[in-house]
């Protein structure tokens, strides 16, 4: 059999157990919990309250279904330690990051939305850096 074709070696179980690696789940589980109860809580809104355009808050809520899925795909496959998290990780982090910015500027700014946003994204993307993070994320081909 050829070596092209082996798969990719599994990441050292020590270098799953280092702490940047364990808060780096932790905070992609956090964001995963965080985005499910804010679809339920928008669920709810959207059943007891009139919106204004029920179409367009049918809409806002199938988007927010999706940026949910694929915060907790990428939670779960943290969780398991699966390679291709990295870049989805890094997109969902630029993603907040536009978010909190879009927070903390404008006539309904929320400053303090923006920190809650901002603070874990910098977090996160910084540890996707760290070599431990990156040791465990990476595949070597």
Do not use: K, Y
Request: charged share 10%.
């Amino acid at each position: 059999m050829s070596t092209d074709r082996l798969p990719p070696a599994a990441p050292n179980p020590q270098e799953r157990r280092h702490p940047a690696v364990r808060a780096f789940v932790v905070l992609l589980v956090a964001e995963a919990v965080f985005m499910i109860g804010l679809s339920a809580w928008f669920l709810f809104e959207l059943v007891s309250a009139t919106p204004t355009s029920f179409t367009s808050a049918l809409a806002i809520f199938v988007i927010l279904l999706i940026a949910t899925a694929f915060v907790t795909a990428l939670a779960i496959g943290a969780v398991r330690g699966r390679t291709w998290i990295r870049g989805g990780a890094v997109t969902w982090q630029l993603v907040q990051i536009a978010v909190a910015v879009g927070a903390f500027q404008g006539v309904f700014a929320q400053p303090a939305i923006g920190w809650c946003l901002l603070i874990p994204s910098i977090a996160v993307l910084g540890l996707l850096f760290t070599p431990a993070v990156a040791a465990v994320t990476r595949r070597e081909v």
